[in-house]
């Protein structure tokens, strides 16, 4: 059974997206005994977080009623290694860190924090990009990706248990991926046996999740047959209405070079909602 976040650290290097996503770790933390955030300041250049933009972070966390410490890490090439340095070893400390905010020349995912401490496997982490800023990091929507990945909802349920006290809707997603050549061909008996696998699958996957999660009130599942997985699941969460999509990060989801393909970079891209993707740190770590 997965071991349950008992304390949460934020990455923020002083950018408004980096507050965005403070914005989700204070809303997780209400629910933590005792609820506090740790913000690691990155720094930007060699500048330390203005004044300002520490009270403004310290107001918000105040009337949520959660503690705000902050820690200054010491100016380094190498961010993903210094942020992994001042956090515990184990499966009971998460870091939430960000993407690019605004597409780059190399993306969205690829050389940024995010991308390298999911590469890491001492702690869990949340890497987001926040597209809905309104939202003040409480989705009240939320879309779960899932697969017949062995372990996969065991993996996120740490992430899930975070996000599910404050949900109203959880969508649990599922596409079958076929080829283009052969999605056409498909007989109209065979797509309702690749849907009802997909079914099954997401009600086995429900059923676990049940076991380590308090779910919302309304649970929906919905699966799908597409040529391409990535825009298939950003369809369905914008369906949904889904205000986050959760997914779990893997090697083949995770970009080793930039690619336009890359499933990992489609979604970014294509998602109308925030958009996180964890990794819950390595057993024994």
């Known amino acids: 059974m997965a071991e349950r976040i008992q304390r949460i650290h934020v990455a923020d290097d002083g950018s408004e ?37 520490r009270a403004r972070q310290e107001s918000f966390a105040e009337r949520l009623g959660v503690e705000l410490v902050f820690r200054d890490l010491p100016a380094t090439p190498d961010v993903a290694a210094a942020l992994s340095d001042h ?25 940024t924090g995010g991308h390298a401490l999911l590469e890491r496997h001492d702690h869990a982490v949340l890497a987001m990009r926040v597209v809905e800023p309104g939202n003040l990091g409480l989705p009240r929507v939320a879309a779960l990706g899932l697969s017949e990945s062995p372990g996969l909802v065991e993996r996120l349920a740490p992430a899930a248990q975070l996000l599910a006290p404050d949900l109203e809707e959880l969508w649990l997603l599922h596409v079958t991926e076929v080829q283009r050549r052969f999605l056409g061909a498909l007989s109209y008996p065979r797509l309702r046996e690749l849907e009802r696998h997909g079914l099954e699958t997401l009600e086995r996957c429900e059923a676990t999740l049940r076991r380590t999660v308090e779910l919302p009130p309304r649970v929906e599942r919905c699966t799908d047959v597409a040529e391409a997985w990535p825009t298939q699941l950003v369809m369905d969460a ?27 970079e489609a979604v970014l891209r294509n998602a109308a909602c925030d958009v996180a993707v964890f990794r819950a740190a390595s057993p024994g770590a």
Request: proline share 8%; no cysteine.
């Open 238 to 264: 914008h369906r949904a209405h889904a205000h986050l999509l959760l997914l779990g990060a893997s090697d083949h989801l995770l970009p080793r070079r930039f690619s336009l393909s890359n499933p990992l």
């Open 17 to 53: 997206h980096a507050t965005w996503i403070l914005h989700y770790a204070l809303r997780m933390a209400r629910h933590l005994d005792p609820p506090r955030v740790q913000v690691l300041h990155v720094p930007n250049g060699g500048a330390s977080l203005p004044a300002v933009h």
């Open 87 to 111: 956090v515990r070893p184990g499966a009971e400390d998460v870091v939430l860190v960000g993407f690019r905010a605004h597409r780059h020349g190399r993306g969205l995912a690829l050389g």
